[in-house]
């Protein structure tokens, strides 16, 4: 941009030359030529006018734009102000009569604030971004963190309930060889189902050293041809409900293999069928076996 108090100084200077240059020689060819210099100069200056006030306005847009792309409130209100300072100055400029040099000055180092002011605005707005850019990617980092750290607790979670019901059923125990042998009154294995006065229940309880060691109380379900339960006697806890047993043993493992006999008695006609029986400890069902009654 031209330097518009050295144009106009330099301008009125050459005129007042001209002037007495003219007057002392009477030369009207030379003043009609120095009228065109002084009229081109006055253009030149319009021009530099017109310059500020385009950027003055181009400032004011700028300030607007900027404004849209922060969050700040206090720095939004600065650039707000600094706004209306530039759309104030415009006006000014725009009001100011041609031949006031001394207010075109003033505009002029007004303008190269203004313009200091927005650069100094906008790197601040550039690093605002960079670190709200930073900020985020930083955030994102950290949520796809912990959501990987969710999966694998869920991972864990579930290799480990996988592991535990592994482990629970490994600690299961079994029963094997259920045998039923309906028992007369005098011990004796009985032929006939209207002799028999008791089922003896008999089988062995596995070797299982990851089970528990200690007391345990054994329960078998003796079911008769018509799918109900003989000899009710009481009601122990299986999947979670209270069902009837028709016998109860207690006794002490130790993870070695135990054999059992179990017996339940029988005081009802026993019609012919199958006779199936279940073993229980713990709450699970370890084990059964059945027999046939003939009349």
């Not at 181009?58 to 849209?68: G, H, I």
């Not at 031949?99 to 180092?109: D, G, Q």
Request: glycine letters at 4%.
């Amino acid at each position: 941009m031209r330097k518009l108090t050295h144009i106009l100084i330099g301008g009125f200077a050459f005129v007042f030359v001209i002037g007495g240059s003219l007057s002392s020689c009477g030369d009207s060819e030379k003043l009609k030529e120095k009228e065109q210099e002084i009229e081109q100069l006055r253009q030149l200056a319009e021009l530099d006018r017109r310059e500020m006030e385009n950027q003055y306005a181009e400032f004011a847009v700028q300030y607007a734009e900027l404004k849209k792309t922060v969050q700040n409130d206090s720095l939004a209100t600065l650039l707000d102000l600094e706004q209306k300072r530039a759309e104030r100055l415009l006006k000014e400029l725009k009001n100011v009569k041609a031949n006031s040099s001394a207010e075109i000055l003033r505009l002029k180092k007004e303008l190269a604030t203004v313009r200091a002011v927005l650069k100094d605005y906008i790197r601040q707005v550039d690093s605002l971004q960079r670190l709200n850019i930073a900020l985020v990617s930083e955030r994102d980092k950290a949520l796809a963190e912990a959501e990987r750290t969710r999966k694998e607790n869920t991972a864990i979670s579930e290799v480990r309930a996988q592991l535990e019901e592994k482990v629970e059923i490994a600690a299961q125990l079994n029963a094997t060889g259920v045998t039923i042998t309906p028992l007369k009154k005098n011990g004796k294995a009985a032929k006939k189902a209207k002799d028999i006065k008791t089922f003896s229940i008999d089988f062995t309880v596995t070797r299982n050293v990851t089970a528990d060691t200690g007391n345990r109380m054994v329960y078998v379900r003796l079911m008769k041809p018509n799918n109900q339960l003989a000899n009710p006697t009481g009601k122990f806890a299986y999947e979670d409900r209270e069902i009837d047993y028709s016998a109860a043993k207690a006794i002490e493992y130790s993870g070695e293999e135990v054999q059992l006999q179990v017996y339940v008695p029988i005081q009802e006609y026993l019609s012919p069928g199958t006779y199936h029986a279940f073993v229980f400890i713990d709450g699970q069902m370890i084990g059964s076996g059945s027999v046939e009654l003939k009349k």
